[in-house]
């Protein structure tokens, strides 16, 4: 169980990183369209590119609620608070601080 929720901890924080990347993507996004010639069609796409980056901002919230959530079960049931990958070496585990986590 105690790797088990490592595990969990180490999808919600991958999951919660590619929330960011799709935030800054809809920025990128955004900035090109602005370069455009104005018109209703780009005021559409810019509204849904608005309305997309807010929901990506709102999942990076929830996931890192939830990453809280694990960590502290994990604190709780087994005194860790590793986050690991099935694709990460044993180097690579992190300890919850977010400060370390790249």
């Known amino acids: 169980m ?3 929720l490592a595990g969990i901890a180490g999808n919600v924080w991958y999951a ?3 929330a960011d990347m799709s935030d800054h993507n809809f920025t990128r996004t955004r900035d090109e ?3 455009l010639a104005g018109g209703a069609t780009n005021q ?3 509204k849904h590119i608005h309305n997309g980056a807010r929901d990506s901002v709102a ?3 929830m996931l890192s ?3 809280g959530e694990v960590i502290s079960m994990q604190k709780g049931m ?3 608070e590793i986050i690991a990958h099935p694709e990460w070496t044993k ?3 992190l300890p919850h601080n977010p400060k370390e986590i790249p």
Request: aromatic share 4%; charged share 30%; no cysteine.
């Open 44 to 46: 559409l796409i810019l």
């Open 91 to 93: 180097e690579q585990l």
């Open 78 to 80: 087994f005194g860790t």
């Open 65 to 67: 609620n939830l990453l």
């Open 16 to 18: 919660e990183k590619s």
């Open 2 to 4: 105690q790797h088990k």
């Open 59 to 61: 999942a990076k919230r």
């Open 33 to 35: 369209v602005l370069k």
